[in-house]
T-cell receptor, first 116, second 115 residues
């Protein structure tokens, strides 16, 4: 079964701690993305990666970091510098990043992070 | 400015009614892509449709249909004969590449379909 997995579904952390959210895909997609969703709002792009060992900041990258050491994995670290980290985080992937018919993003199930 | 507006925050209908979800977008780019996604209570976004700015042909897929009109910068989504399983939050999104990759999501419309 091809798809995107995010674990865990729910995550609790104390304020001031860094936390890493997992995202794995077996769709052989080149591009991967991280979004943040707050209640009553649309998704906002945190980071994206077009290819292994490369990633770009999105609209709200401050307080987050990512790595892309493998094609199938794109972990997101929420650092203590992120002022309001409690949110629903969604990972997505697409075949490429670019203006083409293949750029539909497919989403994982999300991780709900609560910082206490 | 680039923006996606979904003016309807919540819509409630009775099963079998038709319902239209509005999406109005703003961009000066001539090349862009529009999407609709469904977010059921489980949280995962489910892809529904993709349209590029050069293709204004309307599309029908089962009970779903989409009306893309560049003249009014709208990309509206209609569900015919709604069902309880259609209850979800629906997002319209705009993807652009001028000046860097950008994705802009609307705030979403929550649809309640009552039996």
């Amino acid at each position: 079964d091809g798809g995107i997995t995010q674990s865990p579904k729910y995550l609790f952390r104390k304020e001031g701690q860094n936390v890493t959210l997992s995202c794995e895909q077996n769709l052989n997609h080149d591009a991967m993305y991280w979004y943040r969703q707050d209640p009553g709002q649309g998704l906002r792009l945190i980071y994206y990666s077009q290819i292994v060992n490369d990633f770009q900041k999105g609209d709200i990258a401050e307080g987050y970091s990512v790595s892309r050491e493998k094609k199938e994995s794109f972990p997101l670290t929420v650092t203590s510098a992120q002022k309001n980290p409690t949110a629903f985080y969604l990972c997505a992937s697409s075949i490429t990043v670019g203006v083409s018919l293949t750029d539909t993003q497919y989403f994982g199930p999300g991780t709900r992070l609560t910082v206490l | 400015a680039q923006k996606v507006t979904q003016a309807q925050t919540e819509i409630s209908v009775v099963e079998k009614e038709d319902v239209t979800l509005d999406c109005v977008y703003e961009t000066r780019d001539t090349t862009y892509y529009l999407f609709w996604y469904k977010q059921p209570p489980s949280g995962e976004l489910v892809f529904l449709i993709r349209r590029n700015s050069f293709d204004e042909q309307n599309e029908i897929s089962g009970r779903y249909s989409w009306n893309f009109q560049k003249s009014t910068s709208s990309f509206n989504f209609t569900i015919t004969a709604s069902q309880v399983v259609d209850s979800a939050v629906y997002f319209c999104a705009l993807i652009l590449f001028t000046g860097g990759f950008k994705t802009i999501f609307g705030a979403g419309t929550r649809l309640f379909v009552k039996a």
